[in-house]
Each structure stands twice: as C-alpha cells, then as structure tokens.
C-alpha cells in the first residue's frame, strides 16, 4: 500500500472511480453517479407509464392513503398548540389580537439560495415523442437539462413540428418530469418506494415495482451518465441502501443491478455507515431525515450497531403537507384546489415553499409568497399571498402527531418474510472455519441472526428516538461520545434552526438519571442530501482488495453461499484511508 502513501487523492478518484457507478436510492429521490464526480444527479423516484385505464388513477398507490380521522385531528391540534407554547406563537385558534406574547414577525427572504427559483411556476410536462430521427435528440436533453432535475424519454428539437394527427405518446417519462404531468393525461404515476420500502401492495403488484425500478434506474444511466447497454459490463456498482430496506428488498435490488442491468459486480454499503466516511468520521450517531422516512443509527469506529437501529415513518413531505394544513387552517391559502398526494405537481410545489421559507426559530415567523393553482390542462395560476407559522411544520420532527404519517401509510409488509436468507449460511459459519475473517457482507456484520421481518417503526419523535437509540449503545463512555457526535443527513437537514433545537430536545429528553449533560450536532463537512452517496464512493474507491464484491455471474448462479467470503476483513484499514482522503 505504498503507493497509497504518495498518491494525490484526487488522483486516487480519477484513477479508480471512472468505472464505479454509485446508487443511493433515498425515501423519494435517487441520487446516482460516477465514483469520480463531485456531486451526484438527484432524480425523483418515479416513473408515469401511458394508460388505458378507465377510470385512471393519477398515482398508481393512492388507494392506500387515507382520510385524517376525529381522533387524529384533535391529537394535531393538541401538537400544534404544544409546539405555539414552545415557540412563544398564538395557539391554534387563537386571535392574534388578544396573544400575551410580543409580536416578532421574521423576513427570511433569501434565506435559501433556491429562494431565487421560489416565485417561478412549474410547468406541465409534454407527454409526445418528438422526432425522434434528428441527431441533437440526445445531446440537446442533456444539455438543456439541470443537474438535479429530471428530463422525459426522448426529449429534442424539431423545427416543423409534427402534426396533431401523427403525435404519439410517449410509453413512459422518469424524473421530476413524471410529477409534472397534467391529470388530464393518460398517465399513472408510480413510485416503487414508498415510506423507505419497496412500494409492493395488490394495486401495484411486486413485478411491476421490480421493472419500473429497473427502467428507471436504465434510464438515468443511459440519459444521465451515459453508458449504453453494451458498455455495462465494463462497469461496477456501489449500492448505498437505506437502513429501512429488508434482506428480500436488498436481493430483489441486487438482481436488479447485477442480472437486469448488466453490471460486472456489486457490493452494499449501509447508508448511516457512508454518511460516516462520507464525513471523514469513525463513530457518530446518523440521523437521516428523508422525504418520506427518518433512520437512526449509531456507528463506533466504522462498523454499525444494529440494536441501535431506529426507523421513524415520517420526513420532508409529511412537513410539506403540514405546511398546507397549516396555512388552510389559518385561512391564507387561497381557494384553489391543492391536493398533494394525488397530484404531483402540487408536491413539487409544497416542497419548494417549504425548502424556501420555512424554518425553526422563537417568535412568529410569516413571509409573502406566490403561490400557484394547477388545474386539468390549464396554465398554472399565481396567487400572492401571507404565509404564516412558518416555523411550526418543522417542529412535527419532534411532534409527530402534527404530521399525521398514518394519512401516507407504508405499503403492507405480508411480502417481506424472507424464508430464505442470503446470509444464513456465512451468519451460521464458525470463526475457526475462516480465521481471523468476519464472513457475510458489510451490512450486516454484527447484525443478529434472526432479525424480525419486516424491521419495526417507532411511533415516537426525532429527540426520544436518537436518545433511544444512543442508550442502546451500552457503554457510558461510548454513549457520551455518540451525544456530543450527532450527525443530520438528508434534504430536511438543511432547515434552518434545526441544529440547535435537535440539540436542546434531545438533552431534554434524556433521562435524569443518566450521567450525561452535554449534546452536540457536529456541522455537516458535505452537503448532508448526498453525503451518504459521497461516502460510498469514497469506499468504493479505497476499496482495493474487492472482498465483499458480488459479481454478477455468481449472484445469477448462486447468490451468497458458504466458502465465498465475503465480508470486510479491514474496515479499520479502510476507515483511516478516508478520514486520510477526506482530510487532505
């Protein structure tokens, strides 16, 4: 390992990251690149496929979505006027004219860098092909396109135009392009993963997840990074996944990769334990707030403690779509018609005032707005208006009754009993069979042989579930270490003022019987939305020795089996190599 000693790390990258293709599929977006980027491309994780359906469903699993019951509303009434108190704010259904408290009115306009963007109106998706027989078809997508945005199939130019008569409809559109498709449309919108697993359930049967999966993922390696079918092969594959996923999902996706698309080989990163080197860290308490789904884990010194694992069915939409009920109730928003879970377009829309205004801080925080009505087939409408509470939806992180997840439930789990584990064999192995060697792929080297499936969800807040989750750790030294080494990942991780309440709740929250009295959140040294991705890559590339890689020619014959050693038998090796990569 000489040659690591004098190499230039960005030498290192280039080197060996040109032919490593890094997936990182999160609750809602799919963040994917080359091992040698800087930044991944960030894709909405769905797919509308042409229909025929009659009568046609905007969303292919908004049959399982549900209404906010009596009882439910009350507890987010209850939360809502919790969190006012908190935050010195009128309570719910309280005149602003007779609030005690003294009147503090926030501007947090440019805030956000997307605030530039704020005021702009999406705009419908056009769902024919174009000619597709002019030689710019490609080229002029791409570069037309944003990098985290997302562009339909078989986008170009074509100055005559096609007659009405000869238009044709294209089968199926990825990205933020299929959120923007109007409901007039002959379109179903599908999202294979939902609330963290794959979004299986009798309105969208398991082969169907399985290939719009695949076309989505084929689509963005194909318009995205470029590499056609017939290079596949010359390529490797780093799948960073989520720690909501089960054994059978991460099988199903590994056949994906390796038999469907054609990759040489694969290997499996948890996502906590990249966000950790992705950071230039060794032990740190991950906390991975989603769009859709928040995880917690805690890592000491490089490898996962699995009883520390928490899973939260909440994140950045459920915010979105309080930020809405918010504003109905306080009477600004305008009398359009605004459905977020069945029209996408609306979603866009929520989420971006959400990434642009709202944030957590003391005092009541409202800002002007323009807000826009999408109706069938029409252009989009702009309303000015006064957004207000501001800071409130944020504060369901830790109030989850003020989101009400259960309106967006997790597919049903009867699938997921994996009879047939990947890993039995190589868990059931004796040291002495292998010495001095830890069998069994990284994700899931210290994790119990018989471990519940599907993995539970916690109907908790973010504060008790971290402080819940570093208690498990065991160790009193261990456990002051993960409190004062707290580390925020994901898109909400960017909400302003979040640091410091996470901190403030979570030492509230811990017992006072407990030895500890200091909590703190360590600043992000990558973008938190795709430090996880940036972490795979990194071990992707330091990665010499290959001993956990899958390749694909033993997987489609045999999968996972005794004597095939895989495992990582020096992840400490490997954690000083990107501390010392990440700190050059």
């Known amino acids: 390992m000489d040659y690591l000693k004098t190499v230039v790390p960005s030498q290192l990258v280039s080197e060996r990251g040109s032919n490593l293709v890094v997936i990182n599929p999160g609750s809602a977006n799919l963040r994917v690149g080359l091992a040698h980027q800087d930044t991944p491309f960030i894709v909405p994780h769905c797919i509308a496929r042409r229909t025929t359906q009659i009568p046609k469903l905007n969303v292919q699993d908004q049959i399982l979505n549900s209404q906010v019951t009596t009882a439910q509303h009350m507890e987010r009434e209850k939360a809502y006027d919790a969190i006012a108190s908190l935050l010195k704010i009128p309570f719910l259904d309280e005149e602003v004219a007779n609030n005690s408290f003294p009147r503090k009115m926030g501007r947090i306009d440019g805030y956000n860098p997307i605030n530039a963007r704020k005021d702009t109106a999406f705009t419908w998706t056009d769902v024919y092909v174009k000619d597709q027989n002019s030689p710019m078809v490609s080229e002029s997508s791409v570069n037309r396109s944003e990098e985290n945005e997302s562009l339909g199939q078989h986008e170009g130019t074509d100055s005559e135009g096609p007659s009405s008569s000869e238009r044709k409809f294209k089968e199926f559109i990825c990205g933020e392009e299929a959120l923007r498709i109007s409901p007039t449309e002959p379109y179903s919108l599908r999202r294979p993963i939902r609330r963290g697993h794959l979004n299986i359930s009798q309105h969208y049967p398991f082969q169907q997840v399985l290939e719009d999966l695949q076309t989505i993922w084929d689509w963005i390696l194909i318009e995205k990074l470029h590499i056609p079918h017939h290079e596949r092969s010359l390529y490797s594959v780093i799948l960073v996944a989520s720690e909501t996923f089960d054994n059978r999902e991460i099988k199903e996706i590994l056949s994906i990769l390796l038999r469907d698309l054609h990759f040489s080989s694969a290997v499996v990163h948890q996502e906590g334990l990249a966000a950790v080197f992705g950071n230039g860290l060794s032990t740190a308490c991950v906390v991975n707030i989603g769009a859709q789904a928040t995880s ?268 095939s050693g895989r495992k990582y038998k020096d992840s400490y090796f490997l954690q000083a190599q990107a501390m010392c990569y990440i700190n050059s």
């Open 296 to 563: 917690v884990i805690c890592i000491e010194d490089g490898m996962a403690l699995p009883n520390t694992e928490k899973t939260l069915p909440f994140g950045g939409e459920d915010i979105s779509r309080c930020l809405l009920w918010t504003q109905r109730h306080h009477q600004t928003w305008p009398q359009i018609r605004t459905d977020i879970l069945t029209k996408p377009i609306d979603l866009l829309m929520l989420n971006r005032l959400k990434e642009s205004y709202c944030e957590i801080k003391e005092g009541e925080l409202d800002a002007a707005a323009i807000v826009h009505s999408y109706e069938d087939g029409m252009p989009p409408g702009s309303h000015k208006i006064r957004l207000t509470a501001l800071n409130v939806p944020p504060m369901g992180l830790f109030y989850p009754a003020l989101l009400v997840p259960d309106v967006y439930p997790p597919p049903p789990h009867s699938w997921f009993h994996d009879y047939e584990d990947m890993l039995e064999d190589v868990w059931n192995m004796s040291d002495s069979q292998f010495p001095g060697i830890s069998a069994g792929l990284p994700m899931w080297d210290n994790y119990p042989v018989f471990s519940t499936k599907p993995k539970k969800e916690e109907k908790v807040g973010l504060a008790e579930a971290i402080t819940s989750s570093i208690l498990s750790a065991g160790r009193i030294d261990l456990q002051r270490k993960l409190f004062c080494s707290i580390q925020l990942i994901g898109g909400v991780a960017l909400t302003g003022g979040l640091i410091p309440v996470v901190e403030e709740r979570v030492l509230h929250t811990i017992p006072s019987n407990e030895a500890i009295d200091t909590v703190e959140v360590l600043q992000s040294r990558t973008n938190p939305t795709f430090v996880s991705w940036k972490g795979g890559a990194i071990l992707g590339v330091l990665d010499f020795s290959r001993d956990a890689w899958i390749h694909r020619d033993d997987w489609i014959r045999n999968g996972i089996h005794i004597g």
